[in-house]
RNA sequence: GGCGCCGUGCCCAAGCGGUUAAGGGAAGGGUCUGCAAAACCCUCAUUCGGCAGUUCGAAUCUGCCCGGCGCCUCCA
């Protein structure tokens, strides 16, 4: 088995991922802020930390995957502000999008629940558990009070804070210590009731909010740090192997993650950080002020396969500067087409494609695919090498699709492998598909089954008529069936 | 000011000191086909932003220069 090796953001080097409990991986990725449609950027930070928890589990580990979702709508300033700062639900709620809901607490509900079949339509492995922060209200205020009786945290009169001086590593994550910060060229909100200007909120106080919780401290809600440092603890304890985040969270949010669990358990937080990059589109910057993003329905509404888009979101290794263009989504659209191929063909041999595959066959198509996926499975342990990876995976699919007629070995060795492929890289198939299996039997154009219209070209055909044999193909093309004559007979379709 | 990434064929992209510079897309040619589609086969960088240097040997290491970019602000 090759080492797993990834970046660590806090050594900034390329290390082992060593789990403290041998074979079993803990590890915490920050969810999204349901208050709009999450992104192909968000996206692809969560396929990123997707891909480490399968190439965990193909190496045998046990892997606990803890991913929030923050359903509170913290103030946008958190880290400097007290007064600067806007809380994002209830501006959403303002916008004209939120028209549809009645309140802030529907509003996370409709985005939370569009982020799940998102997540689904991407191919996504399902987390352990994924917490939401509005039910770990307590486990934030328990913190809190103990951050405070340990001494770093204090009361003011609008909640509170941090006192960053009184963990001295502060900064340790992303090189902002605060000598640096001073001179970081930030417009940094002041207020006189914090003692230093870093100093971030553990909690506020605000009898007016939309979303309000009783503590010590009187009606309020907790800061947007402390969430994560509650759940992930709550859920995977004191210490765990790695947490994972778009590269924007380095700082403030991670370093004030490590702050409050550091200070609070005395043990080092996480073991190994990672930071995925930002991409852009077409050339831009994106973001969500921008208005420029896609989000994955909107692809998903122009006809591209949810999982043409994992496979371009992956097809550049995640700590790389990433362009994402529709030139790129069509050249996975090609590649993800072949897997398809490669099904197809497995079927025609007379083995089910999902059935499962125990191991590689003798044959020498086996063989040579248990090479391909060595290979495929060796490039993600390094640091997630996806471009090598997918053009590893790519190349067993085209082995498959070399042989001329697959015999039941080849596709039982063929079924392995894309069962393997998948399970590593998610691209065959949608493991957990939320639409049935399209309906191949039932569907009618223009009143008759795909089938009879099927059989009337083939007879056509046979004939020789084929101007009626390729007006036939023309209207089915037209309501998006595609035909294709095989030596079996004639194939059809849906597309895309 | 801090932290960091990248410049490889028409496009995307691997490569981390040493055989013929992976792979995909596009393009051109071919096989198959009534024609298509799909699939397969072939062709497609003496060269890796520039200039020095280290080395027996560099796309790969060092220095300088040129160019593109990210985060530190809403945002993954």
């Excluded at 008759?448 to 193909?473: C, G, H, N, Q, Y």
Aim: hydrophobic content about 40%.
């Amino acid at each position: 088995m090759p080492i797993f090796r990834l970046y660590d953001t806090l050594s900034r080097k390329v290390r082992p991922l060593e789990p403290l409990e041998p074979d079993h991986l803990r590890f915490y990725t920050c969810g999204p802020t349901v208050y709009s449609y999450a992104h192909i950027g968000n996206f692809r930070s969560f396929v990123a930390a997707d891909l480490v928890v399968r190439t965990a589990k193909a190496l045998g580990w046990r892997v606990s995957w803890i991913t929030n979702i923050t359903d509170v709508g913290h103030l946008s300033e958190d880290d400097v502000a007290d007064a600067g700062g806007e809380d994002r639900m209830e501006k959403a709620l303002r916008s004209k999008e939120g028209e549809h809901f009645a309140n802030v607490w529907d509003l996370a509900e409709h985005y939370a629940l569009a982020y799940l079949e998102d997540w689904r339509a991407l191919n996504l492995s399902e987390p352990l558990v994924r917490p939401r922060a509005t039910q770990h209200v307590r486990e934030q205020i328990v913190m809190t009070q103990a951050l405070i009786e340990k001494g770093n945290a204090y009361e003011t009169p609008t909640g509170v804070y941090f006192d960053v001086d009184s963990f001295p590593d502060y900064g340790k994550l992303s090189g902002n210590t605060r000598g640096k910060l001073l001179d970081a060229v930030r417009d940094v909100v002041q207020d006189e009731n914090k003692r230093q200007q870093a100093d971030f909120a553990l909690w506020k106080k605000d009898d007016k909010h939309l979303m309000q919780w009783f503590s010590p401290w009187g009606w309020g809600f907790p800061g947007w740090h402390i969430e994560c440092s509650a759940m992930a603890r709550a859920y995977l304890g004191d210490v765990i192997d790695l947490h994972s985040g778009g590269e924007d969270n380095a700082f403030p949010h991670h370093e004030c993650e490590i702050a409050q669990t550091e200070a609070y358990t005395g043990r080092p937080f996480s073991r190994h950080w990672m930071h995925v990059r930002h991409l852009q589109v077409e050339g831009e910057k994106m973001a969500k002020s921008a208005g420029n993003f896609f989000t994955i329905r909107d692809l998903v509404a122009q006809g591209h396969d949810p999982l043409a888009v994992r496979y371009a979101l992956i097809s550049t290794p995640y700590g790389r500067p990433f362009n994402f263009t529709m030139q790129l989504l069509r050249d996975a659209a090609a590649n993800v087409g072949r897997f398809r191929e490669c099904e197809r063909r497995i079927r025609a041999a007379g083995v089910d494609p999902l059935a499962f595959v125990e191991e590689s066959g003798a044959d020498e198509l086996g063989r040579e695919l248990a090479e391909d996926y060595a290979e495929c499975l060796a490039a993600m342990c390094d640091d997630l090498n996806t471009s090598v990876a997918l053009a590893k995976a790519v190349e067993g699919a085209k082995a498959i699709l070399r042989v001329p007629s697959l015999d039941e070995a080849n596709a039982r060795s063929a079924a392995w492998f894309l069962r393997k492929v998948n399970e590593l890289l998610g691209i065959v198939r949608n493991d957990a598909p939320l639409d049935p299996v399209p309906d191949t039997g039932s569907r009618e154009i223009e009143g008759r089954p795909i089938e009879e219209w099927v059989a009337e070209r083939t007879a056509a055909k046979a004939s020789r008529d084929f101007d009626l044999a390729d007006s036939i193909r023309a209207k089915l093309a037209e309501a998006g069936i595609e035909l294709r004559d095989t030596p079996a007979g004639t194939e059809w379709s849906a597309l895309g």
